[in-house]
């Protein structure tokens, strides 16, 4: 079955850690999302790729670091320059040009 | 630059009355407009789109939505909601040559019996 994984599903990490979090998509799509969700704020998105090895910031980069070295994987690493990284995170892949969006699981990320 | 408002933070609804959950987007293009649902601890599963065509768009799960551009509008309904409807849906904006899409702050729909 075609879709997106994320991994892993709970993190827990200690104040001044970095931390990498996994997506994997198989629907042979070339855009790839990273989005932060909190409660009442809806979906921001932190960094998006339309291509190996090219990425761009989105509206909430700092404190983030993303790569893309295959199409399939888009890891994200919340580094510790993120003041307040507890959130749920969630990626998505698309064809790109403005066309739907698939969700991963998403990775539920708290800082001790 | 694009936006959505949702201006209903949580609605009530009972077992097998009808709902709507209102979307309003501010784009200065043509938008491509979407319905997503997001169970609790789940990732967003898409309900419907509209691109262009016929204004009233059928998704899954028996929703439907309108898209009204004199409104600037793009409700989702149901004509009879189910307890399994309960969640939280997102409105969101996108359009053709841009890859960013804008999302809504969400609506959280409660089903009473």
């Known amino acids: 079955d075609g879709g997106i994984t994320q991994s892993p599903k709970y993190l827990f990490r200690k104040e001044g850690q970095n931390v990498t979090l996994s997506c994997e998509q198989n629907?042979?799509?070339?855009?790839m999302y990273w989005y932060r969700q909190d409660p009442g704020q809806g979906l921001r998105l932190i960094y998006y790729?339309?291509?190996?090895?090219?990425?761009q910031k989105g509206d909430i980069a700092e404190g983030y670091s993303v790569s893309r070295e295959k199409k399939e994987s888009f890891p994200l690493t919340v580094t510790s320059a993120q003041k307040n990284p507890t959130a749920f995170y969630l990626c998505?892949?698309?064809?790109?040009?403005?066309?739907?969006?698939?969700f991963g699981p998403g990775t539920r990320l708290t800082v001790l | 630059a694009q936006s959505v408002t949702q201006p209903d933070i949580h609605i009530t609804v009972s077992e097998g009355a009808s709902l709507e959950l209102r979307c309003n987007y501010s784009?200065?293009?043509?938008?491509?407009l979407f319905w997503y649902v997001q169970s609790p601890g789940q990732g967003l599963q898409l309900l419907l789109k509209y691109f262009s065509g016929d204004t009233l768009v059928q998704g899954i799960k028996g929703f439907e939505a309108e898209f009204k551009r004199s409104q600037s509008s793009f409700n989702l309904r149901k004509p009879s909601v189910h307890w399994s409807d309960a969640a939280e849906y997102f409105c969101a904006v996108g359009a053709l040559g841009n890859e960013k899409l804008t999302f809504g702050t969400g609506t959280r729909l409660t089903i009473i019996p």
């Open positions: 629907l042979n799509h070339d855009a």
């Open positions: 998505a892949s698309s064809i790109p040009d403005g066309d739907t969006q698939y």
């Open positions: 784009y200065g293009a043509t938008p491509y």
């Open positions: 790729s339309q291509i190996v090895n090219d990425f």
